[in-house]
């Protein structure tokens, strides 16, 4: 597949995240904080600390940004954008509007348009604004000379504490052949110019689907193809099957339950083996996409010379304060072991920030973290599913409402999908939720802000929600909570009441 031919977008880019004549500044005699790693993490970290006045050096090898700007959220969503509006086009007959012709998508002006705004995005993650903002701003391979020396080319940067948020990058699968036949990962896949004819997918987690559903609106003929027998196992399965039968009708084969075996590359096609249970068939393919995890960026940081311990494919070690076997160092984001997500890294990082600088002692496992997987519809969660709450011995009551009966649904003719919320076992206490829904990522911090301040399903029920929105879902499950509070014992006395003012 031919590679972008107007890069000046990149360019941008890079002038901003990389500086091409950029030069290191003479380090301090010690900083307050280093930071290695300057992706989401590493630069909430940096800025937080420097706007508290700390002395703060930031260590980047490659591009400020990190993956979010450069390989994930930013260039994903912006793919993700255009193909729905390309899926927007081709249903519009459902809503009376008629479409002279076919919808056609010009794919290298899709690819031009999530690169420009990638540039316009990066000035947030900018080299000189850092430095504008008192952080010292150095690029090149950190490791650690010592317990308190983080060592950069020929500079030696001393600190009182540090900070890892080094990342992850993706991982490759033992799959015969794989490398020989050469793949996409969501860090080259972005690079692609022209549509592949054929599309290859394998893992069928967020990246997985929501790529491989962009790609089938755009015309690729794609299969995704998930070893485990529903696609995202860390949902809610009927979210899982939602997923499975949108992207089913957006033309993407979807084979669960099965594993790619082999790939063998003939005559620029790809022939990807896979099996079941019960044999196996053969796909051929233009071009493969793995998506199947992500691995810890922890190799060559010289961890053992700092008294930092590491788990091979987990990442390193660290306590419920975010802090390694050696107290001056934390830890945060994709580093360590855990979710992976851009907003937990931030969370973390603060954490790490205000336990690090400051007398704190806050724990991670306190987070209330949602995520989100931006398919069409979204799927959206947090806290607890009914499997991890059985796995804690929690016992749940749960409460659905299908879109069906959101009149807002209804109306916008985006039905496929439900709220879910459970709550403890006889109480109104929320351990978890689960939305699928076309703006599930907006409607989920409702139901996040509501477990972290320990707000009850019945008060959701009770707020004012503006009518008609889908978010009123989450109001029609408290009312459902409350009427659940109608026990036999308050069904008499409330007859004996009303037959009394009769």
Same mark, same amino acid.
């Given at each position: 597949?031919?590679?972008?031919?107007?890069?000046?977008?990149?360019?941008?880019?890079?002038?901003?995240?990389?500086?091409?004549?950029?030069?290191?500044?003479?380090?301090?005699?010690?900083?307050?904080?280093?930071?290695?790693?300057?992706?989401?993490?590493?630069?909430?970290?940096?800025?937080?600390?420097?706007?508290?006045?700390?002395?703060?050096?930031?260590?980047?090898?490659?591009?400020?940004?990190?993956?979010?700007?450069?390989?994930?959220?930013?260039?994903?969503?912006?793919?993700?954008?255009?193909?729905?509006?390309?899926?927007?086009?081709?249903?519009?007959?459902?809503?009376?509007?008629?479409?002279? $012709?076919?919808?056609?998508?010009?794919?290298?002006?899709?690819?031009?348009?999530?690169?420009?705004?990638?540039?316009?995005?990066?000035?947030?993650?900018?080299?000189?604004?850092?430095?504008?903002?008192?952080?010292?701003?150095?690029? &090149?391979?950190?490791?650690?000379?010592?317990?308190?020396?983080?060592?950069?080319?020929?500079?030696?940067?001393?600190?009182?504490?540090?900070?890892?948020?080094? &990342?992850?990058?993706?991982?490759?699968?033992?799959?015969? &052949?794989?490398?020989?036949?050469?793949?996409?990962?969501?860090?080259?896949?972005?690079?692609?110019?022209?549509?592949?004819?054929?599309?290859?997918?394998?893992?069928?987690?967020?990246?997985?689907?929501?790529?491989?559903?962009?790609?089938?609106?755009?015309?690729?003929?794609?299969?995704?193809?998930?070893?485990?027998?529903?696609?995202?196992?860390?949902?809610?399965?009927?979210?899982?099957?939602?997923?499975?039968?949108?992207?089913?009708?957006?033309?993407?084969?979807?084979?669960?339950?099965?594993?790619?075996?082999?790939?063998?590359?003939?005559?620029?096609?790809?022939?990807?083996?896979?099996?079941?249970?019960?044999?196996?068939?053969?796909?051929?393919?233009?071009?493969?996409?793995?998506?199947?995890?992500?691995?810890?960026?922890?190799?060559?940081?010289?961890?053992?010379?700092?008294?930092?311990?590491?788990?091979?494919?987990?990442?390193?070690?660290?306590?419920?304060?975010?802090?390694?076997?050696?107290?001056?160092?934390?830890?945060?984001?994709?580093?360590?072991? =855990?979710?992976?997500?851009?907003?937990?890294?931030?969370?973390?990082?603060?954490?790490?920030?205000?336990?690090?600088?400051?007398?704190?002692?806050?724990?991670?496992?306190?987070?209330?973290?949602?995520?989100?997987?931006?398919?069409?519809?979204?799927?959206?969660?947090?806290?607890?599913?009914?499997?991890?709450?059985?796995?804690?011995?929690?016992?749940?009551?749960?409460?659905?409402?299908?879109?069906?009966?959101?009149?807002?649904?209804?109306?916008?003719?985006?039905?496929?999908?439900?709220?879910?919320?459970?709550? =403890?076992?006889?109480?109104?206490?929320?351990?978890?939720?689960?939305?699928?829904?076309?703006?599930? $990522?907006?409607?989920?911090?409702?139901?996040?802000?509501?477990?972290?301040?320990?707000?009850?399903?019945?008060?959701?029920?009770?707020?004012?929600?503006?009518?008609?929105?889908?978010?009123?879902?989450?109001?029609?499950?408290?009312?459902?909570?409350?009427?659940?509070?109608?026990?036999?014992?308050?069904?008499?006395?409330?007859?004996?009441?009303?037959?009394?003012?009769?």
């Amino acid at each position: 597949m031919r590679e972008p031919a107007d890069v000046a977008p990149d360019r941008r880019r890079d002038r901003l995240v990389r500086p091409p004549a950029w030069e290191n500044p003479r380090p301090r005699s010690r900083y307050d904080l280093v930071v290695i790693g300057g992706g989401t993490a590493g630069l909430v970290a940096a800025v937080g600390g420097a706007g508290l006045e700390a002395e703060v050096a930031l260590v980047e090898r490659h591009r400020l940004g990190g993956d979010c700007l450069n390989t994930g959220c930013v260039p994903s969503k912006a793919l993700l954008r255009s193909a729905r509006a390309a899926a927007a086009v081709r249903g519009a007959e459902q809503f009376g509007v008629r479409v002279a $012709g076919e919808a056609a998508v010009d794919f290298p002006a899709v690819m031009e348009r999530m690169r420009r705004l990638r540039a316009k995005l990066a000035a947030h993650d900018a080299a000189a604004r850092l430095a504008d903002l008192g952080v010292d701003v150095f690029f &090149g391979e950190a490791r650690f000379a010592g317990p308190e020396v983080v060592a950069v080319g020929h500079h030696s940067l001393r600190f009182r504490r540090a900070i890892v948020a080094t &990342g992850a990058r993706p991982a490759e699968p033992p799959i015969e &052949g794989l490398a020989e036949a050469g793949f996409r990962t969501s860090e080259t896949v972005f690079s692609l110019e022209e549509l592949p004819p054929r599309l290859g997918v394998v893992g069928g987690g967020p990246i997985g689907c929501e790529l491989a559903q962009a790609f089938a609106r755009f015309g690729s003929e794609v299969t995704l193809v998930e070893m485990e027998e529903r696609l995202l196992p860390a949902d809610d399965p009927d979210a899982g099957a939602v997923v499975a039968r949108a992207l089913r009708e957006d033309g993407v084969g979807v084979a669960t339950g099965r594993t790619v075996v082999r790939v063998v590359s003939d005559d620029g096609a790809k022939r990807l083996a896979i099996r079941d249970g019960e044999g196996s068939r053969e796909v051929v393919v233009d071009e493969i996409l793995v998506a199947a995890g992500r691995a810890p960026n922890v190799e060559g940081l010289g961890l053992a010379a700092a008294g930092i311990e590491a788990e091979p494919g987990e990442g390193i070690a660290v306590d419920e304060r975010l802090r390694t076997a050696n107290r001056r160092v934390y830890a945060v984001g994709d580093a360590i072991a =855990g979710p992976r997500f851009t907003h937990l890294s931030d969370a973390q990082a603060r954490l790490a920030l205000r336990n690090g600088l400051f007398p704190g002692s806050e724990k991670a496992s306190e987070l209330v973290v949602p995520w989100c997987t931006y398919t069409d519809p979204e799927v959206a969660h947090v806290g607890h599913t009914p499997e991890s709450a059985a796995g804690a011995g929690l016992e749940i009551d749960t409460v659905t409402r299908p879109l069906d009966r959101v009149d807002r649904a209804v109306l916008e003719g985006e039905t496929e999908g439900f709220a879910r919320v459970h709550v =403890g076992k006889g109480g109104d206490e929320i351990v978890g939720a689960t939305v699928v829904a076309p703006h599930a $990522g907006e409607m989920i911090s409702e139901i996040t802000l509501a477990m972290k301040e320990g707000v009850g399903l019945v008060a959701i029920g009770d707020a004012i929600h503006p009518y008609p929105t889908v978010s009123e879902a989450w109001k029609g499950l408290g009312d459902e909570q409350r009427r659940k509070r109608l026990t036999p014992l308050v069904s008499r006395i409330l007859r004996a009441w009303f037959s009394l003012r009769r």
